[in-house]
């Protein structure tokens, strides 16, 4: 069975110095992943997708994702981290068999500090 | 941008009352979602929908619960006779049906049991 495991609940970061939001997959089949970000009373919105094609996956407002079937680990990263930032990250897998069903990981809250 | 649409944004209903949610989906997809986030915890799939049918549920997704595509825009859920444990976040998403295309989320409706 697919899942997720995001191994930070909370981030905290200064404005302007790197984020790294670490996500680790399990999936019988190749994998569809995701990260979405939610911001305080909104909804989930599409960061980044992977779907076989190439590993390193370039999303919006600056984020990057490295897909890496040695490790298991599909980690967000971004080079220098904003105030507008600050939300909560959730990683996601789509099995790619029977099934489009989303699973999520339990979500990393990013703090953003001036 | 399209994007999917929810109302209401709050719903507070007595216990054993029944209510339903709504979702406007983007127009040119066909595969319908609600998912579930109850406070503090992960984000849920309840169940997907497929020309005018249920295509896979959770076992969430009990007998109270129930969807409908009542005309060509709305999606609805509704839960028959709601408990205090219904209180979550509801969120509808729509899609394209392909496990590598990603599902597009509304802002969800907050839903408060008394």
């Known amino acids: 069975a697919q899942s997720v495991t995001q191994l930070d609940s909370h981030v905290s970061v200064s404005e302007g110095t790197p984020v790294l939001l670490r996500c680790n997959y399990s999936?019988?089949?190749?994998?569809?992943l995701f990260w979405y970000v939610q911001h305080p009373n909104k909804g989930l919105q599409l960061l980044l997708k992977y779907t076989s094609a190439a590993t390193l996956v370039k999303g919006i407002n600056g984020f990057e994702a490295e897909f890496k079937k040695s490790e298991t680990s599909f980690h967000l990263t971004k080079p220098s981290a904003h105030m507008s930032d600050a939300a909560e990250y959730f990683c996601?897998?789509?099995?790619?068999?029977?099934?489009?069903?989303?699973?999520f990981g339990t979500g990393t809250r990013l703090q953003v500090f001036p | 941008e399209p994007e999917v649409t929810q109302t209401p944004s709050h719903q507070v209903t007595q216990m054993g009352q029944e209510v339903i949610l709504r979702c406007v989906p983007i127009s040119n997809h066909l595969y319908f979602y609600w998912y579930r986030q109850i406070l503090g915890q992960k984000v849920e799939f309840l169940v997907s929908f497929y020309n005018n049918e249920i295509s896979e549920k959770s076992e969430i997704f009990d007998d109270q619960f129930s969807v409908e595509r009542p005309d060509g825009s709305n999606f609805t859920l509704k839960i028959r006779s709601t408990k205090l444990e219904d209180s979550a976040m509801y969120f509808c998403?729509?899609?394209?049906?392909?496990?590598?295309?990603?599902?597009?989320f509304g802002d969800g409706t907050r839903l408060s049991i008394l």
């Open positions: 999936s019988s089949y190749s994998p569809s």
């Open positions: 996601v897998v789509s099995a790619t068999y029977n099934t489009d069903k989303l699973i």
């Open positions: 998403a729509s899609g394209l049906g392909s496990v590598d295309q990603p599902q597009h």
